[in-house]
């Protein structure tokens, strides 16, 4: 495990945490060739898959007080509904420190049932999704997710620098257009957006942004540490929620760059946000 910084962080909400059902796990192999953006990202045995019980054990390590699990954008409707049953059963065994988003295909037949499925069941949301730039069925959940009063997380990227498994093309000029059609739906774009927070600074594209938040999960294989400082400086310490993408990333590895935040900035960044954005 990662060492602590020492920067501790009252109420720490994890709003990014992947979870597969145990014989997803164990059977990892199986399910390679049935989704090519899984195969992609898990092919390799060390690809670190975890269970519910590996990140509440890891919760109490870290000092995460809530984590909120989300799903895998699969395009197969069965794989997502598997996986949907999982945090569905996880996060009703534990309200108290879990929340979860249940992932649908939206370009596949049934997606709107399967959301309303896992909305029906206490999941706060949609997510995360991983979209290419042209998805018709996206506009589809997105409707229903604001009917719903739900948050939609989408999978977004940098348009810039190096090339990794799963780097798509939701880049900040994708998700400013998705913002855009859905005036009023809490969006969060995981992995700050692939910089759309900088946009910030112009006024109209703030306006339109209103609803709009930015995850931290993976920041630091992408940013230098001051990218904390510099998207609340950008959009504001309210737009933040802090999230590791765990099992990719410890949140110890998080904590050096949000020490570099007012106490203030810290404590909203590091769960107040989640809590409001979530409902938690």
Not at 114 to 135: I, K, M, Q, T, W
Request: aromatic share 8%; net charge negative.
């Amino acid at each position: 495990m990662d060492r602590a910084v020492a920067v501790p962080v009252a109420g720490l909400v994890d709003a990014h945490v992947h979870v597969f059902p145990p014989e997803m796990i164990r059977d990892r192999a199986a399910y390679l060739d049935r989704d090519a953006r899984f195969g992609a990202l898990h092919r390799s045995p060390k690809a670190p898959m975890a269970t519910v019980d590996q990140v509440l054990a890891h919760m109490d390590e870290t000092g995460v007080a809530v984590s909120v699990l989300v799903g895998f954008g699969f395009a197969d409707q069965g794989l997502c509904r598997m996986v949907n049953d999982y945090l569905i059963e996880s996060v009703a065994a534990h309200p108290d420190r879990l929340a979860g988003l249940g992932c649908v295909a939206p370009d596949a037949s049934g997606a709107v049932a399967e959301l309303e499925r896992c909305l029906d069941a206490g999941l706060r949301g949609c997510g995360e999704l991983a979209p290419e730039s042209n998805s018709p069925g996206l506009g589809t959940v997105a409707r229903c997710l604001a009917e719903r009063d739900s948050v939609l997380l989408v999978h977004s990227n940098e348009p810039l620098g190096h090339r990794y498994p799963g780097k798509g093309s939701y880049t900040p000029e994708v998700c400013f257009a998705l913002a855009q059609a859905h005036p009023g739906l809490s969006i969060v774009f995981a992995h700050m957006g692939g910089g759309l927070f900088l946009y910030e600074l112009m006024p109209e594209v703030r306006e339109a942004l209103a609803d709009v938040y930015y995850d931290t999960a993976a920041v630091p294989y992408l940013y230098g540490k001051d990218i904390y400082e510099v998207a609340v400086a950008c959009a504001g310490p309210e737009k933040l929620l802090f999230a590791t993408d765990y099992p990719l990333l410890s949140p110890m590895r998080y904590m050096e760059g949000l020490s570099r935040l007012t106490p203030a900035d810290r404590t909203a960044v590091g769960g107040g946000n989640s809590r409001k954005v979530f409902g938690l």
